[in-house]
């Protein structure tokens, strides 16, 4: 997408050479990751890197031996010298196989063991982060470019190596080649940089494309993720929507396909140019060494260890120019990684947290809270100033975008507000350790996550620190009311939930939801949050559940979101929202009392069942 390529995708010399900085970086994490197979890898290299000049020297001691008992009379000279030098050379072959066969086998595992530690870190990383932060095109960006530096780990770890194998064989070459005549080592060097600047000019271009195309390739995947997911197949098929799909993701990737393409197609081209000159290089020594052989100036054993050296030497110095950019370009790939590590939650924890209060005296209280999602400039919420106290049972009302969830995500400092603050027992939330926050809630979302796991891990979600508790999670999974139909299942606590995996059950929405309400159940909390959390169940269901969660908080604080009149009313109190506002407060009937938007909504909602 030409169009997309933006200056801020240019990458300078000195942005590569500064790249290369996260070299150490990684090879401090691959050291983290696993210490025996990095001290493996890397000695195996260096003795590899010895091997090669070796060979050749112990091959150039053979040769002239074998001509000097050619052309001397005295048959009955010794070969065992001869025999030495072939024994030898013989164990150095075989030993460059084996170890070889080592490296392959250390980079396989290492590479493996580093890709699995890079996502955990990842994993880890974006746990601590901002809900905000995850709404931001740019974090996406930036994470799936950290994502896919973990997959392809394993090539730059193998080329990082070579690069430092490769380095000291050419250090070891090159010092025979400097003994014999220095202008070799600048002219092999000399040819070989035009093949070199080609390749990190391509590189350079490739790595701006590809970064410029990351949104469109996110797109790419999601419509695939849509067109192939279980949780879409139900829509896809009903609307017919698979063509549609299809048909998107093929425009996409070609227009992305097209630009690659162009810039492969000029890149081959002018790697098969050149190249020539490096040929060219590496035929003019060959000349001149055939040229000395012929005046009898050097030996043929000189001749075979100088060609070798110069065909490994010219090899070598191509393989690392061409590596040079393929790894630069890996370390500015790096660089998106740890830039990754490098985003700081903007939620700040207290240095010195106040104690939680427990129990919880005065409540909850809103003073003037506003809220702006960050890529909006609308108010979410605003102007609200209301409290929540101990003990009580608050309703939040309103029309959809109202603003309801908005503010019970601002309670459990998924967000801070805008303006005003929050306080909590006429303490700012701000200054409550989060974690503790988190834990003296228990919340259930409306999208809340029907996790492919087992129904025990699907309940010990609310409390993970719970999760082999089981006497704690049939208790919760009674509270919810989910035990009626889990001690049904096939493998009741024991099954696998979703159809992801084998034998796995799906549940229907009305019971994946007492699943949620049973999260809810089991922690402590002294406040419970509960988000819709009964749309999906029948009319009966739901007045078990709600007698339920009234008997079991009896002294806790909750706070209900519902579109449902028949759960609002049980509240104590009921706040009215509209445009993010307060609009009105009172119990059920003074609210009907008061003939406003409450009583407004109230008499929709009984017009439909009359
Ligand atoms: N992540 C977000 N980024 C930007 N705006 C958002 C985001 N989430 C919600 N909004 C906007 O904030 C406003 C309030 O949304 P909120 O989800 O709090 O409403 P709600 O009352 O819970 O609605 P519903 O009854 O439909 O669940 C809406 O206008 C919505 O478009």
Same mark, same amino acid.
Not at 144 to 156: M, S
Not at 234 to 241: G, P, S
Not at 356 to 377: L, Q
Not at 547 to 573: C, G, P, Y
């Given at each position: 997408?030409k169009?997309?390529k933006?200056?801020?995708?240019?990458?300078?010399?000195?942005?590569?050479?500064?790249?290369?900085?996260?070299? *150490?970086?990684?090879?401090?994490?691959v050291?983290?990751?696993?210490?025996?197979?990095?001290?493996?890898?890397?000695?195996?290299?260096?003795? !590899?890197?010895?091997? *090669?000049?070796?060979?050749?020297?112990?091959?150039?001691?053979?040769i002239? /031996?074998?001509?000097?008992?050619?052309?001397n009379?005295?048959?009955?000279?010794?070969?065992s010298?001869?025999?030495?030098?072939?024994?030898?050379?013989?164990?150095?072959?075989?030993?460059?196989?084996?170890?070889?066969?080592?490296?392959?086998?250390?980079?396989?595992?290492?590479?493996?063991?580093?890709?699995?530690?890079s996502?955990?870190?990842?994993?880890?990383? #974006?746990?601590?982060?901002?809900?905000? $932060?995850?709404?931001?095109?740019?974090?996406?960006?930036?994470?799936?470019?950290?994502?896919?530096?973990?997959?392809?780990?394993?090539?730059? =770890?193998?080329?990082?190596?070579g690069?430092?194998?490769?380095?000291?064989?050419?250090?070891f070459?090159?010092?025979?080649?400097?003994?014999?005549?220095?202008?070799?080592t600048?002219i092999?060097?000399?040819?070989? !940089?035009?093949?070199?600047?080609?390749?990190?000019?391509?590189?350079?271009?490739?790595?701006s494309?590809?970064?410029?195309?990351?949104?469109?390739?996110?797109?790419?995947?999601?419509?695939s993720?849509?067109?192939?997911?279980?949780?879409?197949?139900?829509?896809?098929?009903?609307?017919? !929507?698979?063509?549609?799909?299809?048909?998107?993701?093929?425009?996409?990737?070609?227009?992305?396909?097209?630009?690659?393409?162009?810039?492969?197609?000029?890149?081959?081209?002018?790697?098969?140019?050149l190249?020539?000159?490096?040929?060219?290089?590496?035929?003019?020594?060959?000349?001149?060494?055939?040229?000395?052989?012929?005046?009898?100036?050097?030996?043929?054993?000189? !001749?075979?260890?100088?060609? +070798?050296?110069?065909?490994?030497?010219? +090899?070598?110095?191509?393989?690392?120019?061409?590596?040079?950019?393929?790894?630069?370009?890996?370390?500015?790939?790096?660089?998106?990684?740890?830039?990754?590590?490098?985003?700081m939650?903007?939620?700040?924890?207290?240095?010195?947290?106040?104690p939680?209060?427990?129990?919880?005296?005065? +409540?909850?209280?809103?003073?003037?809270?506003?809220?702006?999602?960050?890529?909006?400039?609308k108010?979410?919420?605003?102007?609200?100033?209301?409290? &929540?106290?101990?003990?009580?049972?608050? #309703?939040?009302?309103?029309?959809?975008?109202?603003?309801?969830?908005?503010?019970?995500?601002?309670?459990?400092?998924?967000?801070? *507000?805008?303006?005003?603050?929050?306080?909590?027992?006429?303490?700012? =939330?701000?200054?409550?350790?989060?974690?503790?926050?988190?834990?003296?809630? +228990?919340?259930?979302?409306?999208?809340?996550?029907?996790?492919?796991?087992?129904t025990?891990?699907?309940? #010990?979600?609310?409390?993970?620190?719970e999760?082999?508790?089981?006497? &704690?999670i049939?208790?919760?999974?009674?509270?919810?009311?989910?035990?009626?139909?889990?001690?049904?299942?096939?493998?009741?606590?024991?099954?696998?939930?979703?159809?992801?995996?084998? $034998?796995?059950? /799906?549940?229907?929405?009305?019971e994946?939801?007492?699943?949620?309400?049973?999260?809810?159940?089991?922690?402590?909390?002294?406040?419970?949050?509960?988000?819709?959390?009964? #749309?999906?169940?029948?009319?009966?269901?739901?007045?078990?559940?709600?007698?339920?969660?009234?008997?079991?908080?009896?002294?806790?604080?909750?706070?209900?979101?519902?579109?449902?009149?028949?759960?609002?009313?049980?509240?104590?109190?009921?706040?009215?929202?509209?445009?993010?506002?307060?609009?009105?407060?009172?119990?059920?009937?003074?609210?009907?009392?008061?003939?406003?938007?409450?009583?407004?909504?109230?008499?929709?909602?009984?017009?439909?069942y009359?």
């Open positions: 997408m169009g997309e933006t200056s801020a995708d240019a990458i300078s010399f000195r942005d590569r050479l500064r790249a290369l900085n996260n070299i *150490p970086r990684l090879l401090k994490m050291w983290e990751t696993n210490p025996y197979l990095t001290i493996v890898t890397v000695v195996t290299r260096i003795i !590899l890197a010895a091997l *090669p000049v070796a060979i050749l020297y112990v091959g150039k001691l053979f002239n /031996e074998v001509v000097m008992l050619i052309h009379s005295d048959k009955t000279l010794s070969h010298y001869l025999w030495q030098l072939v024994a030898i050379e013989f164990g150095l072959v075989i030993t460059t196989n084996a170890l070889n066969r080592v490296i392959l086998l250390v980079d396989v595992l290492l590479g493996d063991r580093l890709s699995n530690y996502f955990m870190r990842i994993m880890t990383h #974006a746990s601590k982060l901002d809900l905000e $932060q995850f709404e931001d095109s740019v974090f996406y960006d930036k994470l799936e470019r950290a994502r896919q530096q973990c997959i392809g780990r394993t090539v730059l =770890l193998t080329n990082v190596f690069q430092l194998q490769d380095t000291v064989t050419v250090c070459l090159i010092s025979g080649l400097v003994l014999f005549n220095p202008w070799f600048i092999l060097f000399i040819s070989t !940089l035009p093949s070199f600047l080609g390749e990190y000019y391509f590189n350079n271009k490739n790595y494309l590809i970064r410029s195309q990351m949104e469109r390739r996110r797109e790419m995947e999601y419509i993720s849509l067109g192939t997911s279980d949780i879409t197949a139900k829509e896809v098929r009903a609307f017919d !929507l698979s063509t549609f799909f299809v048909n998107r993701f093929r425009n996409i990737s070609n227009r992305l396909y097209f630009d690659i393409r162009a810039l492969e197609t000029k890149r081959s081209a002018w790697a098969i140019i190249a020539i000159t490096g040929s060219v290089g590496y035929y003019s020594a060959f000349v001149y060494i055939i040229q000395k052989v012929l005046m009898g100036s050097i030996s043929i054993g000189d !001749l075979t260890f100088l060609l +070798g050296s110069i065909r490994q030497v010219s +090899g070598v110095l191509q393989n690392l120019m061409k590596r040079f950019s393929t790894v630069s370009q890996g370390a500015i790939y790096l660089r998106d990684f740890f830039e990754f590590f490098e985003i939650p903007k939620i700040k924890l207290p240095v010195n947290p106040k939680f209060p427990r129990p919880i005296k005065e +409540g909850f209280t809103f003073e003037n809270v506003g809220f702006k999602y960050n890529n909006s400039t108010w979410a919420n605003r102007n609200l100033n209301f409290t &929540l106290h101990a003990g009580e049972k608050l #309703a939040l009302v309103g029309e959809n975008g109202a603003g309801k969830t908005t503010l019970v995500k601002l309670l459990v400092r998924l967000y801070d *507000p805008t303006e005003g603050r929050i306080l909590l027992d006429g303490v700012d =939330l701000r200054e409550y350790d989060l974690a503790e926050l988190r834990l003296e809630i +228990g919340i259930i979302f409306q999208d809340f996550l029907k996790y492919q796991m087992t025990t891990e699907n309940i #010990a979600v609310g409390n993970i620190s999760m082999n508790n089981h006497t &704690l049939a208790k919760s999974a009674k509270k919810s009311l989910a035990n009626i139909f889990i001690e049904k299942l096939p493998k009741q606590y024991d099954q696998m939930l979703g159809r992801h995996f084998q $034998q796995g059950v /799906e549940l229907s929405g009305g994946w939801q007492k699943i949620a309400l049973a999260r809810a159940y089991m922690r402590d909390a002294q406040l419970m949050v509960l988000d819709e959390p009964t #749309a999906a169940l029948d009319a009966k269901s739901e007045y078990e559940v709600f007698q339920r969660f009234s008997e079991l908080t009896k002294n806790k604080s909750a706070l209900l979101i519902s579109h449902r009149f028949s759960t609002v009313r049980m509240a104590d109190r009921i706040l009215v929202l509209e445009k993010g506002e307060l609009l009105e407060v009172g119990s059920h009937d003074e609210l009907l009392h008061q003939n406003g938007k409450y009583a407004e909504l109230f008499e929709l909602q009984a017009m439909g009359r």
